[in-house]
T-cell receptor, first 112, second 112 residues
Framework: DAMVIQNPRYQVTQFGKPVTLSCSQTLNHNVMYWYQQKSSQAPKLLFHYYDKDFNNEADTPDNFQSRRPNTSFCFLDIRSPGLGDAAMYLC???????????FGSGTRLTVV | QKEVEQNSGPLSVPEGAIASLNCTYSDRGSQSFFWYRQYSGKSPELIMSIYSNGDKEDGRFTAQLNKASQYVSLLIRDSQPSDSATYLCAPTRGDSSYKLIFGSGTRLLVRP
């Protein structure tokens, strides 16, 4: 089945230690997104790739970076995680035609 | 004013009843509208999409859209305990055919 896969499902990292979350898709969608979701809050868009074009949201901290080496894979790098970065990180994909997102299962990040 | 407004709930209904979830949005340019279901600790799952004014039915779910009033709703008939989840309303952004704005969701509790 075509899907969006996120690894790892749970990630524990130390305060200030760089961490990378990964996402892959078999849907061949043009657009890939990274969202941060904290408890009882709306998912917050960090950035997205439209094909190879990177689009950063204005309020995304510099501490967050992303890479999309090919159509199938996208990575979220957190350079120096703080306690406030503990959250669920959601990867999603969509086509350019506005048919909604397909989400991966998410990565729950804990910062200790 | 939030871009997407939803009552946070919880909305509590007895099993077998109709659950009515409401959403208002501020961007008059929004063209497509989606409802996602999110179980606690899980990622959002697309359950309904609607693109034009009126009603759209899919099984026990009916989405209703009124663009003039900037209002979209989701009705769940014959509610089941397994429907207990948070429901996120997500219209597309007016400046994009594919990027979504998420509400913070309404928590639905179906009592057996």
């Amino acid at each position: 089945d075509a899907m969006v896969i996120q690894n790892p499902r749970y990630q524990v990292t130390q305060f200030g230690k760089p961490v990378t979350l990964s996402c892959s898709q078999t849907l061949n969608h043009n657009v890939m997104y990274w969202y941060q979701q904290k408890s009882s809050q709306a998912p917050k868009l960090l950035f997205h790739y439209y094909d190879k074009d990177f689009n950063n949201e204005a309020d995304t901290p510099d501490n967050f970076q992303s890479r999309r080496p090919n159509t199938s894979f996208c990575f979220l790098d957190i350079r120096s995680p703080g306690l406030g970065d503990a959250a669920m990180y959601l990867c999603a994909t969509s086509s350019r035609t506005g048919s909604g997102y397909t989400f991966g299962s998410g990565t729950r990040l804990t910062v200790v | 004013q939030k871009e997407v407004e939803q009552n946070s709930g919880p909305l509590s209904v007895p099993e077998g009843a109709i659950a009515s979830l409401n959403c208002t949005y501020s961007d008059r340019g929004s063209q497509s509208f989606f409802w996602y279901r999110q179980y606690s600790g899980k990622s959002p799952e697309l359950i309904m999409s609607i693109y034009s004014n009126g009603d759209k039915e899919d099984g026990r779910f009916t989405a209703q859209l009124n663009k003039a009033s900037q209002y979209v709703s989701l009705l769940i008939r014959d509610s089941q305990p397994s429907d207990s989840a948070t429901y996120l309303c997500a219209p597309t952004r007016g400046d994009s055919s594919y990027k979504l704005i998420f509400g913070s969701g309404t928590r639905l509790l179906v009592r057996p």
